[in-house]
């Protein structure tokens, strides 16, 4: 089974400072058709789960342009280039296949 | 607007069932993947199972296998989770989930399954 591995657990960030969160697969999550299907989340306080960005780097509609997501193969990053009070909340990466293995959670805190 | 309503938490004894239901609206329901995946206090969020559009495919996390099935009925808009032979470990928030090119991208508000004597 795949192993999602995300850097820092808890990320203390100054409003308007840019903030980096890693995500490491245990191996390759590069699919047969050639897509990585790579996904981040953001959980606000009391909020269900949000999809940000999908395929590593692809935003989803009303995304906020200052979160992006980049990598490769195994290693992977979701970057806020200025971080709002609103961005506070649990960020997750997801791999998606025939079952989905999400990371254990970065928690990002003002 | 894309709308997921879950139904059915409630606080059970282990060892005991509860069916989970999720209603649908805002998309063609019928032609899209759909999963539950719920939230824990200590292990963050958990994917637990899928089904493809006209249910003939189920995929179930390992530790659910055996214990939960997943369903669906497309005439009513509607997915389903029932959950047998509960653990406290099942204790969590269930959140009824769009699939999308391998993502989840439409989240309910979530149930609460409570698994306590």
């Known amino acids: 089974d795949i192993v999602m591995t995300q850097t820092p657990r808890s990320l203390p960030v100054t409003l308007g400072q840019p903030a980096s969160i890693s995500c490491r697969s245990s191996?390759?999550?590069?699919?047969?058709?050639?897509?990585?299907?790579l996904s981040w989340l953001q959980q606000r306080p009391g909020q269900p789960p949000r999809l940000l960005v999908s395929k590593i780097s692809n935003r989803l509609s009303g995304v906020p342009d200052r979160f992006s997501g980049s990598g490769a193969g195994t290693d992977f990053t979701l970057k806020i280039s200025r971080v709002e009070a609103e961005d506070v909340g649990i960020y997750y990466c997801l791999h998606g296949s025939h079952s989905y293995t999400f990371g254990q959670g970065t928690k990002l805190e003002i | 607007e894309v709308q997921l309503v879950e139904s059915g938490g409630d606080l059970v004894q282990p060892g005991g069932s509860l069916r989970l239901s999720c209603g649908v609206s805002?998309?063609?329901?019928?032609?899209?993947?759909m999963s539950w995946a719920r939230r824990t206090p200590g292990k963050g969020l958990e994917w637990v199972a899928k089904?493809?559009?006209?249910?003939?495919?189920?995929y179930y996390v390992d530790s659910v296998e055996g214990r939960f099935t997943i369903s669906r009925d497309n005439a009513k808009d509607s997915l389903y989770l029932q959950m047998n032979s509960l653990r406290a470990e099942d204790t969590a928030m269930y959140y009824c989930v769009r699939d999308h090119e391998y993502a989840l991208d439409y989240w309910g508000q979530g149930t609460l399954v409570t698994v306590s004597s």
């Open positions: 805002g998309f063609p329901f019928s032609r899209h993947w």
């Open positions: 191996r390759s999550l590069v699919h047969t058709d050639g897509n990585t299907y």
């Open positions: 089904i493809n559009e006209d249910g003939a495919e189920k």
